[in-house]
């Protein structure tokens, strides 16, 4: 199967799932990697990879239409039939979301319902857990709808919140298990091992 790959920053995330493509145990193939800040580590890590770049930003169109559809375009042109979010901090178009029906997927770095939504990201999702007084946190994988973190959950693990966390300690062993779990899911994306009936994900990851 075939993925673009979304990421606007570092993108640990992706080179964890080309770690897990080199050792044979994930069946993706990164046709593209798509982001809207062309310095991002995400970048320089697709191209030691020979993963083809494409710098898009909604900014470098007059509106979203015109910007959905060069998004469109060029997923057709490298032929993408999933596009994973790995560190995005755009909105994916309605129109690609329409065009990509459950073929969206991000990784949400805390337990979702809770701790989601707009604005909410990167150390700002784990400083909301620790400031709540939350007990665990952890790892969300889910398919992208309209709303921000809200699409069909395929897989969750935990963290335990440890007392005397910071936002940043937290956050690394958060982190740590988004790499050791994002291409559970994505596989089992691939090998068709899972089926959605209405919000709910059946089938193994
Ligand atoms: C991760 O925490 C992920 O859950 C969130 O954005 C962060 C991206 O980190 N969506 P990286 O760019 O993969 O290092």
């Known amino acids: 199967m075939k993925c673009a790959i979304f990421a606007s920053g570092g993108g640990s995330n992706f080179q964890a799932l080309i770690d897990r493509k080199l050792s044979g145990d994930l069946h993706l193939d990164f046709a593209v990697c798509i982001g809207n800040n062309s310095s991002a580590m995400a970048f320089e890590r697709a191209r030691r990879h020979a993963i083809p770049t494409v710098h898009m930003a909604p900014s470098h169109f007059p509106d979203e239409n015109a910007y959905a559809s060069n998004l469109l375009k060029t997923l057709a042109d490298h032929k993408v039939e ?10 994916v178009p309605g129109k690609i979301l329409a065009a990509f029906a459950d073929r969206v997927v991000n990784i949400h770095p805390a337990l979702l319902p809770a701790f989601g ?40 693990d935990t963290v335990k919140v440890l007392d005397g966390d910071t936002a940043a300690t937290l956050g690394k062993r958060v982190l740590a298990l988004e790499h050791a779990s994002y291409w559970r899911a994505l596989e089992a994306i691939a090998s068709g091992a899972i089926v959605i009936r209405g919000r709910t994900v059946h089938g193994a990851v």
């Open 82 to 91: 999933l596009i994973v979010l790995a560190g995005y901090m755009k909105k």
């Open 117 to 156: 939504g707009k604005g909410l990201y990167g150390e700002k999702v784990h400083q909301a857990v620790l400031d709540y007084g939350a007990k665990v946190s952890g790892v969300t994988v889910h398919f992208v709808d309209e709303e921000y973190d809200h699409g069909p959950i395929i897989f969750q």
